[in-house]
């Protein structure tokens, strides 16, 4: 037996990057994914990839931010599947610039975004992992949990808050065999990453072999970038996990850049 069979796993972001790696990966163990995406054609385009493997999915218009459309995508999900057993919250942004010159309001975006959407996506499955006595939740955090770097203020605000939801939610949710953990990655070669790349390299006036090289990469024990396959086993070791015994906990996946 698959692991995930029988399972339905919400994946907030998961037409492109990792949640994508995450949801093709738990629909190849017969899961069940959603993909929970602010741009449904392309979230229906992924989902359609993986009806072609023979595994079902299911796509639905999500912006996490967005209190209703979050409860409707999870009402939808349960009329159609019944339950949902897994969230993923990986929908984020990334918005790079000095605390001095942060804009408030691209500050209350990326905040917005990582958090409001962990708490709103959370709050709507629970009620349904609740009544079913199981549940597995998994945050998409980042080294940026656990550490700082310059020009990154919400982002490193936001990851570190998730550790905390974390805590919080594996404790009311254990009496409902609900858990929850944070996946924290390094750096990965998303869309997201690629962008960042020519714009650290202007605000700090390198080139982007640099910014790569001494910046991204400086203090992995390899000069490798995570990739999203090392994402995907993470979560879904999480995900598939039997017991509580693993919950309020976090594990990071950075080619020894951040070592607990």
Same mark, same amino acid.
């Given at each position: 037996?698959?692991?995930?069979?029988? *399972?339905?796993?919400?994946?907030?972001?998961?037409?492109?990057?990792?949640?994508?790696?995450?949801?093709?990966?738990?629909?190849?163990?017969?899961?069940?994914?959603?993909?929970? #995406?602010?741009?449904?054609?392309?979230?229906?385009?992924?989902?359609?990839?993986?009806?072609?493997?023979?595994?079902?999915?299911?796509? @639905?218009?999500?912006?996490?931010?967005?209190?209703?459309?979050?409860? *409707?995508? @999870?009402?939808?999900?349960?009329?159609?599947?019944? *339950?949902?057993? %897994?969230? %993923?919250?990986?929908?984020?942004?990334?918005?790079?610039?000095?605390?001095? #010159?942060?804009?408030?309001?691209?500050?209350? +975006?990326?905040?917005?975004?990582?958090?409001?959407?962990?708490?709103?996506?959370?709050?709507?499955?629970? *009620?349904?992992?609740?009544?079913?006595?199981?549940?597995?939740?998994?945050?998409?955090?980042? /080294?940026?949990? !656990?550490?700082?770097?310059?020009? +990154?203020?919400?982002?490193?605000?936001?990851?570190?808050?998730?550790?905390?939801?974390? +805590?919080?939610?594996? !404790?009311?949710?254990?009496?409902?065999? @609900?858990?929850?953990?944070?996946?924290?990655?390094?750096? %990965?070669?998303?869309?997201? /990453? #690629?962008?960042?790349?020519?714009?650290?390299?202007?605000?700090?006036?390198?080139?982007?072999?640099?910014?790569?090289?001494?910046?991204?990469?400086?203090?992995?024990?390899?000069?490798?970038?995570?990739?999203? #396959?090392?994402?995907?086993?993470?979560?879904?070791?999480?995900?598939?996990? +039997?017991?509580?015994?693993?919950?309020?906990?976090?594990?990071? %996946?950075?080619?020894?850049?951040?070592?607990?």
């Amino acid at each position: 037996m698959a692991r995930f069979d029988g *399972k339905i796993g919400l994946i907030t972001g998961s037409a492109s990057g990792i949640g994508k790696e995450i949801a093709i990966r738990f629909a190849a163990e017969g899961g069940t994914p959603v993909i929970a #995406d602010l741009n449904l054609e392309a979230a229906e385009a992924t989902a359609a990839g993986i009806r072609a493997t023979g595994a079902d999915a299911f796509a @639905v218009a999500m912006n996490v931010t967005d209190e209703a459309q979050v409860e *409707k995508g @999870v009402a939808d999900v349960v009329a159609k599947y019944g *339950k949902v057993d %897994v969230l %993923v919250s990986n929908a984020g942004i990334q918005i790079v610039k000095p605390l001095v #010159d942060f804009p408030f309001a691209d500050w209350k +975006k990326l905040l917005s975004i990582h958090l409001d959407g962990a708490f709103l996506t959370t709050r709507a499955c629970l *009620k349904h992992m609740y009544a079913a006595s199981y549940g597995r939740v998994i945050y998409m955090g980042s /080294v940026h949990s !656990k550490e700082a770097s310059k020009l +990154k203020a919400p982002y490193v605000t936001a990851k570190h808050g998730l550790l905390g939801l974390a +805590k919080v939610l594996a !404790k009311e949710g254990a009496e409902h065999n @609900v858990t929850a953990n944070v996946v924290c990655p390094g750096f %990965v070669r998303t869309p997201l /990453v #690629d962008k960042q790349i020519p714009e650290q390299a202007q605000e700090f006036g390198i080139t982007e072999e640099e910014v790569i090289k001494n910046i991204m990469l400086k203090d992995t024990v390899d000069g490798q970038f995570t990739t999203t #396959d090392d994402v995907a086993d993470a979560v879904l070791y999480f995900a598939a996990a +039997k017991s509580n015994a693993m919950t309020g906990q976090s594990l990071v %996946v950075s080619h020894g850049w951040f070592m607990e």
